[in-house]
């Protein structure tokens, strides 16, 4: 064993016993058992991020402040904020209201989040839970209860693919509860969308729920990325027909249409129906991730998104 090595090891040894004559553990029954001698000890489960405790906020008291706080509160905070105008629910006629379904939609600001929990129709809306990143919203407990019962958020990897929140997503589709994912992974970082991830379209796949496509419009005006005070600005939340997986489509196959239909949304937001109808058929439905050239012509292409609401006209996609 080399001299470094020793050193590190008598460095960890000190800090152990530094720590336990802090933190002194009281005997069993009234402290934890301890792992005997030749006994492989269990490795323990962090109560932050991705393994963050989730359930108790679907209970039915839980259930019953959540949607007392969404009407009482998040709602009026809305409309002043965010004014939105609900386009494309009578695409919904067809969705079997006793079947949950994945709601996917665009991010540019955390006023998303509440203004979609007060525009999906019932009854998919009380039995909803968001995908919230876990490294951001789950970082402590303070802000991961708060995120778990104002929003009925549960953690969700973007940092890498983890298989147990996939599952924990999974169960709770094939339970009922309908789930809000937002697949671009976070928010806009210039006003521009980002590449989709494929988690709605796994998620789709494997429990054989439909997804809804949504694009909203306008948000980024209102709190985006790097802002602390919100502007209100009027915003448009356009729902469009729910998707199902062919057969035999690869997850990456169905993802891509799935961005294609945000997409498309986005083009009869700035445009008008029978226009976007005609780009997508021809599959020339513009781009939301914007021309690839330099941050300065990519910010000069989207307009001034911190000017006040109606001093000018955006240009498309209407952040």
Same mark, same amino acid.
């Given at each position: *064993?080399?001299?470094?090595?020793?050193?590190?090891?008598?460095? /960890?040894?000190?800090?152990?016993?530094?720590?336990?004559?802090?933190?002194?553990?009281?005997?069993?029954?009234?402290?934890?058992?301890? &792992?005997?001698?030749? #006994?492989?000890?269990?490795?323990?489960?962090?109560?932050?991020?991705? /393994?963050?405790? $989730?359930?108790?906020?679907?209970?039915?008291?839980?259930?019953?402040?959540?949607?007392?706080?969404?009407?009482? *509160?998040?709602?009026?905070?809305?409309? #002043?904020?965010?004014?939105?105008?609900?386009?494309?629910?009578?695409?919904?006629?067809?969705?079997?209201?006793?079947?949950?379904?994945?709601? @996917?939609? /665009?991010?540019?600001?955390?006023?998303? &989040?509440?203004?979609?929990?007060?525009?999906?129709?019932?009854?998919?809306?009380?039995?909803?839970? #968001?995908?919230?990143?876990?490294?951001?919203?789950? +970082?402590?407990? @303070?802000?991961?209860? %708060?995120? %778990?019962?104002?929003?009925?958020?549960?953690?969700?990897?973007?940092?890498?693919?983890?298989?147990?929140?996939? /599952?924990?997503?999974?169960?709770?589709?094939?339970?009922?509860?309908?789930?809000?994912?937002?697949?671009?992974?976070?928010?806009?970082?210039?006003?521009?969308?980002?590449?989709?991830?494929?988690? %709605?379209?796994?998620?789709?796949?494997?429990?054989?729920?439909? @997804?809804?496509?949504?694009?909203?419009?306008?948000?980024?005006?209102?709190?985006?990325?790097?802002? +602390?005070?919100?502007?209100?600005? +009027? $915003?448009?939340?356009?729902?469009?027909?729910?998707?199902?997986?062919?057969?035999?489509?690869?997850?990456?196959?169905?993802?891509?249409?799935?961005?294609?239909?945000?997409? &498309?949304?986005?083009?009869?937001?700035?445009?008008?129906?029978?226009?976007?109808?005609?780009?997508?058929?021809?599959?020339?439905?513009?781009?939301? $991730?914007?021309?690839? @050239?330099?941050?300065?012509?990519? +910010?000069?292409?989207?307009?001034?998104?911190?000017?006040?609401?109606?001093?000018?006209?955006?240009?498309?996609?209407?952040?």
């Amino acid at each position: *064993m080399s001299s470094e090595e020793k050193l590190r090891r008598l460095a /960890n040894d000190l800090s152990r016993r530094a720590r336990s004559a802090l933190h002194p553990q009281l005997p069993f029954p009234y402290g934890p058992a301890q &792992t005997p001698k030749g #006994v492989e000890s269990v490795a323990k489960t962090g109560s932050k991020g991705a /393994n963050f405790d $989730t359930d108790w906020a679907r209970r039915p008291s839980a259930r019953a402040a959540r949607g007392a706080l969404v009407e009482t *509160m998040m709602r009026p905070a809305v409309a #002043v904020l965010a004014r939105p105008t609900r386009t494309g629910l009578d695409r919904l006629a067809d969705l079997p209201e006793d079947e949950p379904a994945i709601f @996917v939609a /665009n991010h540019h600001s955390h006023i998303d &989040t509440p203004l979609l929990l007060t525009s999906i129709p019932e009854p998919w809306r009380r039995d909803t839970v #968001v995908a919230a990143a876990a490294d951001y919203f789950f +970082s402590n407990r @303070v802000s991961g209860a %708060a995120a %778990a019962l104002a929003l009925g958020a549960i953690p969700m990897e973007r940092q890498r693919s983890a298989r147990s929140t996939a /599952n924990r997503a999974a169960e709770l589709l094939r339970d009922g509860w309908s789930l809000l994912i937002f697949p671009e992974g976070g928010r806009s970082k210039d006003g521009w969308g980002q590449e989709f991830r494929g988690g %709605a379209a796994y998620l789709s796949q494997r429990s054989d729920v439909p @997804v809804v496509p949504i694009h909203l419009a306008g948000t980024g005006r209102i709190l985006r990325k790097g802002r +602390s005070m919100p502007t209100p600005a +009027s $915003t448009t939340v356009n729902f469009g027909y729910p998707l199902r997986p062919e057969p035999d489509e690869t997850s990456r196959s169905f993802g891509g249409r799935i961005e294609a239909a945000v997409a &498309t949304l986005a083009d009869e937001s700035s445009s008008d129906w029978w226009t976007a109808r005609q780009r997508a058929h021809a599959g020339d439905s513009p781009s939301m $991730t914007g021309p690839e @050239v330099a941050s300065w012509r990519r +910010s000069w292409a989207l307009g001034d998104p911190g000017r006040r609401a109606g001093s000018r006209k955006q240009r498309w996609p209407y952040v």
